[in-house]
């Protein structure tokens, strides 16, 4: 199993309340994704980080807001939780971007970690 | 809508059946994966094809990338309770990866 950590694994929380979730990896790849995983959504994209400080949106970014200070952890924030964000946060990482692992011909491999499930009520 | 559709979004079958799930999509991509999550876990790769009509096997699962880069299927031969689980397949293009909904498959013994 890859070595990603996801805090908390389960949190109930109120609306307009912030909250953080945290990501933590001991692979050391370059590459960490934040995704949230919603009946007949699949999994999408909220925020990447391509290296320390470097960061940028994904498919669904509107209300949250991450950090990277160190190659291991990846920090989303919820700045202020809606009831439209309750969902199943899934933290990845990898060590490729995705248009080298095509180059190299063999695709690029991607871990996740177990889950965050969130309840903003 | 989607970018990929699965289908079916459901499956449930007894053990020892074969079965075909499809990810459909008028995007070309540059390679295509296949997931499979478990209750309660996070989605685990199982392959990934990048050229066009290509065949992969693994064990009982067979996945193939459609000759224009559009589509994939993923048979599995007979079936076994420990196939159970949502099949996810997501397409690559350039650094941006997109899922589909998935296919949630019962096998009962």
């Known amino acids: 199993d890859a070595g990603i950590t996801q805090s908390p694994r389960h949190k109930v929380t109120e609306t307009g309340t912030p909250v953080t979730l945290r990501c933590h990896q001991t692979e050391n790849h370059r590459y960490m994704y934040w995704y949230r995983q919603d009946p007949g959504h699949g999994l999408r994209l909220i925020h990447y980080s391509y290296g320390v400080k470097d960061t940028d949106k994904g498919e669904v970014s509107d209300g949250y807001s991450v950090s990277r200070s160190k190659t291991e952890d990846f920090l989303l924030t919820l700045e202020s939780a809606t009831s439209s964000q309750t969902s199943v946060y899934f933290c990845?990482?990898?060590?490729?971007?995705?248009?080298?692992?095509?180059?190299?011909?063999?695709?690029?491999?991607?871990?996740f970690g177990e889950g965050s499930w969130l309840t903003v009520v | 809508t989607q970018l990929l559709e699965q289908s079916p979004q459901f499956l449930s079958i007894q053990e020892g059946e074969n079965l075909t799930v499809y990810c459909n999509s008028s995007?070309?991509?540059?390679?295509l994966q296949w997931y499979r999550q478990e209750p309660g876990e996070g989605p685990v790769l199982l392959v990934t094809?990048?050229?066009?009509?290509e065949v992969k096997k693994l064990k009982r699962l067979t996945f193939q990338f459609g000759d224009a880069r559009k589509d994939s299927s993923l048979h599995i031969t007979a079936a076994q309770p420990g196939d159970t689980g949502l099949y996810l397949c997501?397409?690559?293009?350039?650094?941006?990866?997109?899922f589909g909904a998935g296919t949630r498959l019962t096998v009962k013994p």
């Open positions: 995007s070309v991509f540059s390679s």
């Open positions: 997501a397409g690559v293009n350039n650094n941006d990866m997109r």
């Open positions: 094809v990048v050229t066009g009509g």
């Open positions: 990845a990482i990898s060590p490729h971007s995705f248009s080298t692992g095509y180059l190299r011909g063999s695709g690029n491999t991607i871990y």
